[in-house]
């Protein structure tokens, strides 16, 4: 990564900017990182470990990580799955490794999206933009559907279970919209997938896995997020 600077000091970004903390050993895609992204707006922290990265997020508020995975100590993957346990936060992995299983890793572990090192610094600005801009997006039809024992939220993307919030990822909290606003439709693995960052059918697998075992009281025999032969899946909600 070699992204551009700007002659003279950085502009300090609005205090209502989005603020990303980044999590890598290597002090030089930190300091890179940081540069570049503030010049395009953002709050930034860094974090040179996982240990210093949840001693900052006891401190701050954090409206999207990037992580790097192989790090000393605690990996990337292993800080991504103890976070997925008690946090909703957006994560972006980095990563020297771009083979398919290695980003199903990532995804299985609860990120949102993965990009492989090196990469362009637009790339990932658009990335980040692309997962923000999810997250606040808001829909009006029909607001609340339930599954079971749930509720969803369509238009703040919250899943909730007798009144306790089910942490969701952002990609999940946007599959299950798909399937809030088409209820008893089946949808098409490619459909899904192309509403992804990775786009991939496999990583739609790896996410409507994720979302049964929240959902279902039995994700192997699901009854809510059933599986349609030769068509996709489908959402039964009332």
Do not use: C, W
């Amino acid at each position: 990564m070699s992204p551009s600077t700007q002659q003279g000091a950085t502009p300090l970004p609005a205090d209502n900017a989005p603020h990303i903390l980044i999590v890598d050993d290597d002090q030089r895609i930190r300091d890179l990182l940081a540069r570049f992204l503030q010049e395009n707006g953002f709050r930034v922290t860094t974090a040179e470990n996982s240990a210093t990265a949840r001693a900052n997020m006891r401190g701050l508020a954090f409206d999207l990580l990037v992580l790097d995975v192989m790090m000393p100590g605690e990996t990337g993957l292993e800080l991504a799955e103890a976070l997925r346990e008690t946090h909703d936060i957006p994560i972006l992995m980095l990563t020297a490794r771009a083979e398919p299983e290695h980003r199903i890793q990532g995804l299985e572990a609860g990120v949102d999206d993965y990009l492989a090192k090196p990469f362009e610094p637009r790339e990932l600005l658009l990335r980040l933009r692309n997962i923000l801009s999810r997250q606040k997006r808001t829909l009006s039809p029909q607001e609340i559907i339930r599954i079971g024992t749930f509720t969803f939220h369509i238009g703040r993307g919250e899943l909730k279970q007798q009144g306790e919030t089910i942490r969701l990822t952002e990609r999940e909290r946007d599959l299950l919209r798909q399937f809030a606003e088409r209820p008893g439709t089946p949808i098409s693995r490619l459909e899904l997938a192309k509403q992804g960052t990775d786009g991939s059918e496999r990583a739609v697998d790896v996410q409507i896995n994720r979302l049964r075992r929240k959902i279902e009281a039995d994700p192997g025999n699901p009854v809510y997020l059933q599986t349609v032969r030769g068509k996709g899946y489908i959402l039964h909600a009332e």
